[in-house]
């Protein structure tokens, strides 16, 4: 099976809103930078959802998508994983390290994909 960047990406965010994740930002790198497509940055708010979204995160790619991470970095206690994909790169952050890095606003420039989740509206 063969899916497109933006369609991995939407089905991370999909995954990440199940799991509860607040502030679902994708970015669109493709004008950016060569290293991967999209940026998808969520917010969780202990170890046990950063734990929770990151399982959801890799097993929904690896079961709808047929992809699993080329990387992870950062489980185990850390306030910030990252899951590498190629043309997705997934972070997944508690608020103090989404605060201290503020990946958006590094990649300010970088247009916001449209996500419509149906968890995040609720929150």
Same mark, same amino acid.
């Given at each position: 099976?063969?899916?497109? +960047?933006?369609?991995?990406?939407?089905? =991370?965010?999909? *995954?990440?809103?199940?799991? @509860?994740?607040?502030?679902?930002?994708?970015?669109?790198?493709?004008?950016?930078?060569?290293?991967?497509? $999209?940026?998808?940055?969520?917010?969780? %708010?202990?170890? &046990? %959802?950063? /734990? *929770?979204?990151?399982?959801?995160?890799?097993?929904?790619? *690896? =079961?709808?998508?047929?992809? @699993?991470?080329?990387?992870?970095?950062?489980?185990?206690? +850390? +306030?910030?994983?990252?899951?590498? $994909?190629? =043309?997705?790169?997934?972070?997944?952050?508690? &608020?103090?390290?989404?605060? $201290? $890095?503020?990946?958006?606003?590094?990649?300010? /420039?970088? &247009?916001?994909?449209?996500?419509?989740?149906?968890?995040?509206? =609720?929150?």
């Amino acid at each position: 099976m063969t899916v497109t +960047s933006l369609e991995l990406a939407k089905a =991370a965010a999909t *995954a990440a809103d199940d799991k @509860k994740a607040t502030d679902i930002v994708l970015l669109d790198l493709r004008d950016a930078t060569d290293v991967c497509d $999209y940026f998808l940055i969520c917010t969780v %708010q202990n170890n &046990p %959802q950063l /734990d *929770a979204v990151t399982e959801e995160v890799k097993n929904r790619l *690896a =079961a709808e998508c047929g992809e @699993k991470p080329v990387s992870t970095e950062g489980r185990g206690g +850390s +306030s910030w994983v990252l899951m590498d $994909y190629g =043309a997705l790169v997934v972070h997944v952050f508690k &608020p103090e390290a989404r605060d $201290y $890095y503020r990946l958006e606003r590094l990649w300010g /420039d970088a &247009p916001r994909v449209e996500l419509g989740l149906e968890g995040e509206a =609720a929150r």
